[in-house]
C-alpha cells in the first residue's frame, strides 16, 4: 500500500518519468490489513494473573453444575407459590380458576391451622 502511495506521488510530481505499474503488481509483501486495522488501537491489554485465570476457569466450570442445581431446588418452589393463588380441582387436565389471596384467607380462617402452629 505504502508503495502504491509513494509510486502515484512520484507520478504526480515527475510526470516525464511516469508510473511503473509492474512493481507495484509483483510485491513481494502485500499489506496486511487485517495486522493494520488490530494495531492501529494500540490499546495495552491487561494480562491477567494467574489466580485471576484460575478463578475464571474455576466459575465456568462450577457454572453449569449451579446452573442446574437452581434450577432443580428453586423452579419447583416458585412453581407451587405460583400455584397457591388458584383453585386446585381434583383430576388430570381440569382448569384452574384464579382465587389471588382466597386460599391464604381461607387457611388463616380455619382453625386446625391454628391448632398445628
Do not use: C, H
Amino acid at each position: 500500500m505504502r508503495q502504491l502511495l509513494l509510486g502515484l506521488l512520484s507520478a504526480v510530481n515527475n510526470p516525464s518519468k511516469g508510473f511503473d505499474w509492474v512493481d507495484l503488481r509483483y510485491n513481494a509483501n502485500p499489506p496486511n490489513f487485517l495486522a493494520m486495522t488490530a494495531n492501529s488501537q494500540n490499546l495495552p491489554r491487561r494480562q491477567l494473573s494467574l489466580r485471576q485465570q484460575d478463578r475464571r476457569t474455576a466459575w465456568l466450570l462450577v457454572l453449569p453444575a449451579l446452573v442446574v442445581i437452581l434450577g432443580v431446588t428453586l423452579w419447583p418452589i416458585i412453581y407451587t407459590f405460583i400455584l397457591s393463588f388458584f383453585q386446585a380441582p381434583t383430576g388430570i387436565n381440569q382448569v384452574r380458576t384464579f382465587v389471588g389471596f382466597g386460599n391464604y384467607l381461607e387457611m388463616v380462617k380455619d382453625p386446625t391451622f391454628w391448632e398445628t402452629i
